[in-house]
């Protein structure tokens, strides 16, 4: 059976048990003590038994902050050993020296850490009924990682003491090497132990003990052996259990978005599609150690809105946002189109720094001196402004479980931020506000401003997109000399005039040279239903030179969803906003034509 769940088991700590001088911490990483886990079967006890785990490639493992892993510096040190004593696991670490881990590391030796985890790969589970419930122990297991974590599971796991068990020195207590009778009583009852665990019966392990197998090669035919078991058995395909409670959480907003904006699950989110908002609460409840036998469901909808280690609001509001996001992404202005992104870090004003062009190379003189020359620069400006709205979750739509009504509200904050965008972007292009020099955006002295207002579909149409595109391939640099070549790509246009443009642009058969069209497939249209005149313009290709900018904050780009705390409303209360901002870029981007 492959390895396929990844688990978390943490546990708790205790102080000075670091050595400074080698910055090794020895640790009980694992016992046999009970840990609670939940399936979808329901809960359940879980046992590690010490003689099934797979110590073959445990050396070098890393030690985690947390079990991060978005960055190396999330690796705060490395496993040097890993031990049985009994039914305990025991493991030498070794931390880091980082200055940035320095942090970590005092908090070990002063004792203020206070759980430690590992993290684990279990290829398949033996399952029995006891008078406590259902008690879950691994065939095979093996452990890929172990952490510092502030979220303890297993109390009997621990930061051991100095005096409980001194690391070694190396040259004051050698390592005892066993005596060859003490490595093959060791190695039959590892063979029975594995054999045992996976349920093959006592003829597999007498077999390889009189063929003195060595443990590598145990574990091989043990594996085999099951998976020839596995194939005479009938196959039922079920989806690998994972008790993260992140994973949960995870998986659970999924399927809950899915209700709300509709879609197809993946394998993994299939079995919470059937979870009401209840079930959901309930179950947060359990995993943050609530009981929630008795509870009504107004009163289980509260605790889990104010338990401090409940993750179902987050639930929810990742849920929303992946709705609010959708509805966004679907309503965004074709304006975006047309501009540069930017991710600012901050709400100051920013500018962005235009450099002029380089203009041509000179030819060098008999003496071979090359002559300097300065590039012209300019630049404009935008800031951030953050718009929100909030929204109410009434308790009878949680108990309702009436997820389209969620759904539909949720949608409507992201339209409602795209429109928001929209209206931002129509008035910064219609508006023709003055850029840095003084002078507004569409302007004769430019030579972007049609002289002739001429609307889509008028006589002479044509002639009148020709001038533009003319105008835009003769825009010069900042230095007034160089020729930028600016190729038209977009046509803007409003309502007004989008039938007529439909036309201007439409692929045709013509059947002399003279009724070519010569922008047929050479511009792309895009209709902005704020444009209520017969204004139209042409753009350049952003990649190119990009007309206008607009940005978000770094750490929030799109719409946002979030909770907000309310004392004075019952139910939850959720705040969408956004944070964004929009400015000109470049005159010489665009052309202008009023209309008629």
Known sequence: MPLDETLIRAATTRPNSYDPETRRVSAVIATANPVQ????????????????LDMSAVQGLPVLDSHRTASVRDQIGRVRSITLEGDQVIAVLELTSAEDAAPVVQ???????????????????????????????????????????????????????????PMP?????????????????????????????????????????????????????IFDAMQTRQRSAPVIRVHGANDDPATITQRQADALHIRMAGG??????????????LDMARGSLARSGVSTRGMSPDETFTRAAEHTTSDFPNLVSN?????????????????????????????????????????????????????????????????????ARGLTVSRQLLI????????????????????????????????????????????????????????????????????ARKAMRGYKGLDGKTLINVAPKYLLVGPETESAAEKLLAQIYPATVGNVNAF????????????????????????????????????????????????STLGMKFRAFLDFGAGWLESRAAYLNEGS
């Open 107 to 165: 908090r070990i030796a002063d004792g203020t850490v206070s759980g430690v985890s590992i993290g684990y790969h279990v290829a398949g589970w033996t399952e029995k009924q006891t008078a406590q419930g259902r008690v879950r122990t691994p065939t095979a297991w093996r452990i890929t990682e172990t952490t510092l974590t502030s979220n303890p599971a297993d109390p009997a796991a621990r930061l051991r003491q100095q005096e409980e068990s």
């Open 264 to 277: 197809e699950p993946a394998p993994a989110v299939r079995q919470y599609m059937g979870e009401s908002l």
């Open 319 to 387: 849920a929303m946002n992946k709705t609010a996001l959708q509805s966004y992404q679907a309503a965004a202005s074709p304006l975006k189109t047309l501009g540069r992104q930017r991710s600012l870090s901050n709400f100051k004003t920013a500018s962005s720094i235009r450099l002029g062009e380089m203009g041509r190379l000179e030819e060098l003189s008999e003496s071979g001196e090359i002559t300097a020359t300065s590039r012209a620069e300019n630049g404009e400006s935008m800031s951030l402004t953050t718009y």
């Open 37 to 52: 886990r939940r399936d979808a079967r329901g809960t359940y006890l879980e046992i590690l038994t010490a003689d099934t």
């Open 400 to 467: 309702d479980d009436d997820l389209g009504i969620l759904g539909d509200m949720t949608a409507a904050f992201g339209e409602a931020a795209a429109q928001t965008e929209a209206d931002i972007l129509v008035d910064l292009i219609t508006s023709n506000p003055n850029l840095s020099d003084g002078t507004a955006v569409f302007d004769a002295s430019r030579g972007n401003l049609s002289g002739t207002a001429t609307a889509i579909g008028d006589a002479g149409d044509q002639a009148a997109v020709e001038e």
């Open 169 to 221: 020195d190396p040259v004051i207590d050698p390592p005892v090497t066993p005596s060859a009778e003490e490595l093959e009583t060791q190695r039959r009852s590892d063979i029975r132990g594995l054999v045992r665990s996976a349920q093959l019966g006592d003829d597999l392990a007498d077999q390889l003990i009189d063929q003195n197998t060595d443990m590598n090669a145990a574990k091989a035919a």
């Open 520 to 567: 047929a497939s050479k511009l792309s249209l895009l209709v902005e239903p704020r444009i209520t005149d017969s204004r139209w313009m042409v753009f350049a290709d952003p990649a190119r030179l990009a007309a206008i900018q607009y940005g978000y904050l770094s750490s929030a780009q799109g719409v946002q969803i979030q909770r907000s705390e309310s004392w």
